[in-house]
C-alpha cells in the first residue's frame, strides 16, 4: 500500500472530475455555450485578427515564392547584360513582404493580447460572484482545492488558449492547405513526390494525439491530488503541528508529488518522440525532394528557382505540425477548464433571489417557524415539523444534545437554507420572499469559527457596515469590552490580523467578530456557539456586554455552556428536532424533573 492510499478517499472527487473532464477530446455544450459568451463582444475584433492572420501568412508564403522569382527570373539577365532590375524588384517585394508580416504579427499580438485580457478579466469576476452566491450547501461538498483550481489554472488554461492556441492552429492550417497548394501549382510532378509524407506525418499525429490523450488525464489527476494535499495540509497546519503529523503528510506528498512527476515524464516522454520524428520526415522528405528535384532540373524539367522554392516551402509545411500537436494539448487543458468554470457557473443557488422582492426597510424581528421540515439528507429530516414563535424583542436560548437541529434552526433563519416544507417568517414575510441584502441587513449570525479577514482589526469590524467611522467603531468595541485590548495593540485599531486573526487570541477573535454584528445593528442576531472559545475573563465581560447588546433586538443563543444561556429571557429544549421543554430558565429550573433542570444541576456540580 502506497503512503497516498490514505490520502485518495480525500482527493478522490477532485480526482474523478479532472479524469471526467478530459475525457472528452472536444468542447461540450457548457463549454462551447461559455465560450461563446465569453468571446461574444469582441466579434468584430476576432474576425479583424483573423483577417491579420492571413495577411501575415499570405506575406511568409510568397517569400519562397519570390526567391524562385528572382533565381530564375532575376539572375539570367545579370550573366547576359547586368540588368539588376528584376532581382531589385523581387529583393524589394521580399522586404516588403518581410515587413508587412512584422506588423500583422505585432497587430496581432497587441490585439489578441488585450482581448485574452478582458475576457480573463470577465471570466474571473463571473466565477468569483457566482461562487459568493452559491449557497453553503454547494460549499459544503466543493473543496477549496478544486475552488482554487477554477480560479486560477482553469482560467490560466483558457487564456492559453485565446492567447496563442487559436492562433497556431490557424497558422497551421492556412500553413499546410497554402503550402500544399503552391507546392502542386509549382510542379504537380515534384509537388506529390512532396506529399508523399502525409500519411506518415498523420499516423505519427494521430498516435500523439491519443497517447497524449491519455497522458494528459493522468497528468490532471495527479495534480489534483497535490493541489488538495496542499491546501488541506495548510489549511489545517495547527491540527497538523498539533498531532505532530509533519512527518506523515510530507510522505503522503512525497508519494503523491512523485507520482505527478512519473506522469509529466511519460508526457515528456511522449514529446521526446513525436518532435524528433516530425524532423526526420521532414528532413527525408527534403533531402528526397532535392534528390528528385535535381534530376528534374539537370533533365530541364525544372528550374533551379523551383527547386530553391520547393525546399524553402518544406522547411515552413514541417513546423506547423510540430504546432498542431501543441495546440492539441492546449485545446484539451482549455476544453476540460472550460467544460469545468461552465459546471460552476451553472450551478443554481439552493437558495435563489426572489422573482418578486417584498421590500421590508425596518424590521421588528419577530421570527416565525410555520410548520417547518427540513433534511439533510432525503428521509432522514433533522427538523420533522417545527412550529415556534420568537416575539420581536425575545432572547431566546437553544439548548440540546449535538444533532438536535439547533444549528440547523438558526441556518434556515439566515436562510443559508430553505426548508423542504413550511415557511419561515420575518416579521409575517417568508424570507423566501426577501432578497438577500435585505434579509443580511435585518438578521446577522455569529458562529463560533469568527473567521478574519486579511486586513486591520479596525477593517475586520467595518465588514458588515463598511460606511462606519471610526467613532462608531469605538463605541462598538467599547460596549463589548474590547477597546481596551485593541488599544493595547501595536498599532491600535490599524493593526494587521494577519492571516485569519493569527495575531489575535480566539477570545479576541471572537469579540472583534461580536463588535462586527453589533456595528452591524440587526434586527436579529443568532449566536451559534459564539462564546465557546472565550476564556472565563472574557466570557464575563461578553456577558455583561450582550445585555446590552441584545436589547432592543431579537436573540438566538445556541449554546452549551449554561453561564450564557441564562441572560435568556426563554429557553428551549431540542431533542431530534422537536422542542422536548420551553419556558423561562428560573421556571424550568424551579420544576426540577426537566431535562433543563438536569443539565443546570450537572454545570452547577461542574463549576464546584
Not at 461559455?34 to 483573423?50: D, I, K, S, T
Not at 440547523?408 to 409575517?428: E, I, M, Q
Request: net charge negative; aromatic share 8%; charged share 20%.
Amino acid at each position: 500500500m502506497s503512503a497516498a492510499t490514505d490520502w485518495r478517499g480525500a482527493a478522490a472527487v477532485d480526482a474523478d472530475e479532472a479524469a471526467e473532464a478530459m475525457t472528452a477530446a472536444r468542447l461540450g455544450g457548457g463549454a462551447r455555450r461559455l465560450l461563446g459568451e465569453l468571446l461574444a463582444p469582441y466579434r468584430r475584433a476576432l474576425w479583424l485578427l483573423v483577417a491579420v492572420v492571413v495577411v501575415e501568412n499570405a506575406a511568409r508564403l510568397a517569400i519562397p515564392y519570390l526567391v524562385k522569382v528572382g533565381i530564375d527570373s532575376g539572375i539570367p539577365p545579370i550573366r547576359r547584360d547586368d540588368d539588376l532590375t528584376v532581382l531589385l524588384v523581387v529583393v524589394g517585394a521580399v522586404l516588403g513582404a518581410t515587413l508587412l508580416q512584422a506588423v500583422a504579427r505585432q497587430l496581432f499580438l497587441v490585439r489578441s493580447g488585450r482581448i485574452g485580457q478582458d475576457v480573463l478579466l470577465q471570466v474571473r469576476r463571473r466565477v468569483f460572484g457566482h461562487f459568493q452566491d452559491l449557497s453553503p450547501a454547494f460549499h459544503d461538498g466543493y473543496t477549496s482545492g478544486r475552488v482554487i483550481s477554477r480560479q486560477t489554472s482553469d482560467v490560466d488554461a483558457v487564456y492559453e488558449m485565446l492567447e496563442t492556441g487559436f492562433d497556431g492552429l490557424v497558422t497551421a492550417a492556412l500553413t499546410l492547405v497554402g503550402t500544399a497548394a503552391v507546392l502542386l501549382f509549382l510542379d504537380v510532378e515534384l509537388g506529390l513526390v512532396a506529399l508523399l509524407c502525409g500519411p506518415f506525418l498523420a499516423l505519427l499525429t494521430n498516435w500523439f494525439r491519443k497517447s497524449s490523450a491519455r497522458s494528459y488525464r493522468a497528468t490532471r489527476e495527479k495534480v489534483a491530488l497535490v493541489i488538495v494535499h496542499f491546501v488541506e495540509s495548510m489549511g489545517g497546519i495547527r491540527a497538523v503541528q498539533a498531532f505532530r503529523r509533519e512527518p506523515r503528510n510530507q510522505e503522503i506528498f512525497d508519494d503523491v508529488n512523485e507520482q505527478y512527476r512519473a506522469a509529466n515524464l511519460v508526457a515528456f516522454r511522449l514529446v521526446a518522440w513525436f518532435m524528433p520524428g516530425i524532423r526526420l520526415i521532414g528532413n527525408v522528405t527534403i533531402a528526397v525532394v532535392l534528390l528528385y528535384g535535381a534530376l528534374l532540373a539537370y533533365r530541364g524539367d525544372v528550374t533551379v528557382g523551383v527547386l530553391a522554392a520547393f525546399l524553402l516551402y518544406l522547411r515552413q509545411f514541417f513546423e506547423p505540425m510540430m504546432e498542431i500537436s501543441q495546440f492539441y494539448n492546449t485545446f484539451q487543458s482549455a476544453s476540460a477548464a472550460l467544460e469545468k468554470l461552465a459546471g460552476v457557473l451553472e450551478e443554481e443557488p439552493d437558495v435563489p433571489e426572489p422573482t418578486s422582492p417584498v421590500a421590508l426597510p425596518t424590521a421588528h424581528g419577530e421570527l416565525r417557524f410555520d410548520h417547518v421540515r427540513f433534511a439533510y439528507v432525503e428521509d432522514r429530516p433533522v427538523l420533522p415539523d417545527l412550529d415556534l414563535v420568537v416575539p420581536a424583542g425575545q432572547t431566546l436560548a437553544l439548548v440540546g444534545t449535538t444533532g438536535a437541529g439547533k444549528t440547523t434552526l438558526a441556518k434556515l433563519a439566515t436562510r443559508f437554507y430553505d426548508p423542504t416544507g413550511g415557511r419561515v417568517l420575518l416579521d409575517g414575510v417568508d424570507v423566501r420572499d426577501l432578497t438577500s441584502d435585505t434579509l443580511r441587513d435585518h438578521v446577522v449570525m455569529v458562529t463560533q469559527e469568527s473567521y478574519l479577514f486579511s486586513g486591520t482589526i479596525a477593517d475586520n469590524i467595518r465588514f458588515g457596515r463598511p460606511g462606519a467611522t471610526m467613532a462608531q467603531v469605538v463605541e462598538a468595541t467599547t460596549a463589548l469590552g474590547a477597546h481596551d485590548f485593541i488599544a493595547a495593540m501595536p498599532d491600535g485599531y490599524d493593526t494587521d490580523v494577519a492571516n485569519q486573526g493569527g495575531r489575535l487570541s480566539a477570545g479576541q477573535r471572537q469579540l472583534v467578530a461580536f463588535a462586527r454584528a453589533f456595528l452591524a445593528d440587526p434586527a436579529v442576531l443568532i449566536l451559534d456557539e459564539a462564546t465557546s472559545s472565550l476564556d472565563v475573563p472574557s466570557e464575563r465581560l461578553v456577558q455583561q456586554a450582550l445585555r446590552t447588546v441584545l436589547a432592543g433586538r431579537t436573540a438566538v443563543i445556541i449554546a452549551h455552556r449554561l453561564s450564557t444561556v441564562e441572560i435568556a429571557d426563554r429557553v428551549l429544549v431540542m431533542e431530534h428536532g422537536r422542542i422536548v421543554e420551553d419556558g423561562a430558565p428560573g421556571d424550568l429550573v424551579a420544576g426540577g424533573t426537566g431535562r433543563y433542570s438536569a443539565l443546570h444541576d450537572a454545570w452547577v456540580e461542574s463549576l464546584a
